[in-house]
C-alpha cells in the first residue's frame, strides 16, 4: 500500500493505464508490469485535478452521510436505517456489505414497482418488463423492446429522485435518445428535472460502495 497526499493507493496489475478514486477514497492504479514505481507517481501528479476533485467529492458524501459510508445504516427511500451483520439484530440484516443492495430491493422493490406503475398509467406509456441490478455507473436502462432495468440503489434514494429516475426510463420507451422533444415530454411531468438531475449526483457513492 503506498500514500500519495495521504491517501491509500493500491497497484493493480493492468496495461490499461487507468485511474479509480472509490467512493471510500481509495485511489487504484491501473498500470502494466514495466511500470516503475515512479512512473506511477508521476503519472498521478499529472492526473492531481482529477484525483483531488474525486478525492474532495469522496470527503463530502463522508461528512453528509458518515454512518452510510461506514455500512451502519442504509438509505430506504431517502430515510437511515440501521444496518447490522448480525441475524436477529435490530435493523435491516445482511451477512455482508455487497449483501445490501439485494436486501434493499426486498424490502422495498415492491413499493418501487408501484411507483412505476402509477408513473406509467400518469404519462400513457407502455413499457415492457422491469427488473433490478446493481450496476457500476447506471442508474437505469431503458432498451430496445422498452424493457426497464433499475438499479437497487435507486431504492435507497429520496422519493423525488426515485420519481426522476422512473420518469426518464419511460420516456425512453417514446424517445430512444436525450432530444428536444425527451426533454418536454419529460418537463410535462417533472417541470424541475433538471434540479432532480443534479440533486441525484449527490448520491452517486451509493453506486459503488457496496462492492468492495
Given at each position: 500500500m503506498w500514500y500519495?497526499?495521504?491517501?491509500?493507493?493500491?497497484?493493480?496489475?493492468?496495461?490499461?493505464?487507468?485511474?479509480?478514486?472509490?467512493?471510500?477514497?481509495?485511489?487504484?492504479?491501473?498500470?502494466?508490469?514495466?511500470?516503475?514505481?515512479?512512473?506511477?507517481?508521476?503519472?498521478?501528479?499529472r492526473h492531481r485535478r482529477f484525483l483531488l476533485t474525486r478525492l474532495r467529492r469522496a470527503e463530502a458524501w463522508e461528512d453528509r452521510f458518515p454512518e452510510v459510508m461506514h455500512c451502519q445504516t442504509v438509505l430506504l427511500f431517502g430515510k437511515e436505517r440501521p444496518l447490522t451483520f448480525v441475524r436477529g439484530g435490530?435493523?435491516?440484516?445482511v451477512r455482508n456489505k455487497r449483501g445490501v443492495p439485494r436486501?434493499?430491493?426486498?424490502?422495498?422493490g415492491e413499493a418501487f414497482?408501484?411507483?412505476?406503475?402509477?408513473?406509467?398509467?400518469r404519462m400513457g406509456v407502455v413499457c415492457g418488463t422491469i427488473s433490478f441490478q446493481y450496476a457500476k455507473t447506471l442508474?437505469?436502462?431503458?432498451?430496445a423492446e422498452c424493457n426497464l432495468r433499475f438499479n437497487r440503489a435507486a431504492m435507497m434514494l429520496p422519493p423525488e429522485l426515485c420519481d426522476y429516475l422512473i420518469v426518464h426510463e419511460l420516456a425512453h420507451c417514446n424517445?430512444?435518445?436525450?432530444?428536444?422533444?425527451?426533454?418536454?415530454?419529460?418537463?410535462r411531468f417533472l417541470p424541475d428535472e433538471r434540479e432532480r438531475g443534479k440533486k441525484l449526483a449527490e448520491y452517486s457513492f451509493l453506486l459503488s460502495i457496496y462492492r468492495e
Open positions: 500519495w497526499n495521504g491517501y491509500p493507493v493500491r497497484r493493480v496489475w493492468d496495461a490499461s493505464g487507468s485511474l479509480r478514486v472509490s467512493a471510500e477514497k481509495n485511489v487504484t492504479v491501473y498500470a502494466g508490469q514495466d511500470v516503475s514505481d515512479e512512473q506511477i507517481f508521476k503519472f498521478l501528479d435490530e435493523g435491516v440484516f436486501a434493499v430491493e426486498a424490502l422495498c414497482l408501484q411507483r412505476v406503475a402509477q408513473w406509467k398509467e442508474w437505469g436502462t431503458c432498451d424517445f430512444r435518445n436525450h432530444g428536444e422533444g425527451f426533454h418536454r415530454f419529460v418537463a
